[in-house]
C-alpha cells in the first residue's frame, strides 16, 4: 500500500431518526415536559427569519410557522417548562407579533 498522503476520515454512519417526523401524535400534545405557545403575527418578508433568531438560544423542541395570502401569520412553539416563560416575553417583544397564548400550564 502507497501512501500518497491523503488522509482518510472516518464517519458515523446515518441513522435515521427513532419516530417518524411530522406531525405529533395527539398523544405528545398533552406532555407535561413540554411547554406549547402559540404567536399570531403579521407576515412580511423576513418575519421567520426573525422568528428563529429569537429562539435560537432556546431549547425548542417543534417550531411551526404557518402564513396566509392575507398576511398573518401563526407561530407554534413548543420548548420546555423552564424556558416558556422567557419565550413568551422573547416573542412578545417582535414588532410583528400581536397576541401569544400559552396552550399548556408549568
Given at each position: 500500500?502507497?501512501?500518497d498522503g491523503a488522509q482518510v476520515l472516518d464517519v458515523a454512519r446515518y441513522v435515521p431518526p427513532a419516530r417518524p417526523l411530522g406531525p405529533p401524535d395527539r398523544s405528545r400534545t398533552a406532555?407535561?415536559?413540554i411547554a406549547h405557545l402559540v404567536a399570531r403575527m403579521r407576515h412580511h418578508r423576513g418575519s421567520l427569519a426573525?422568528?428563529?433568531?429569537?429562539?435560537?438560544?432556546h431549547g425548542?423542541?417543534?417550531l411551526t410557522?404557518?402564513?396566509t395570502?392575507?398576511?398573518?401569520?401563526?407561530?407554534?412553539?413548543?420548548v420546555h417548562p423552564r424556558d416558556a416563560a422567557r419565550v413568551e416575553a422573547r416573542l412578545r417583544r417582535l414588532v410583528e407579533v400581536t397576541e401569544v397564548t400559552r396552550l399548556s400550564a408549568d
Open positions: 500500500m502507497v501512501d406532555d407535561p415536559e426573525r422568528v428563529a433568531t429569537v429562539l435560537n438560544n425548542v423542541h417543534r410557522y404557518t402564513s395570502d392575507l398576511g398573518a401569520a401563526t407561530v407554534e412553539v413548543s
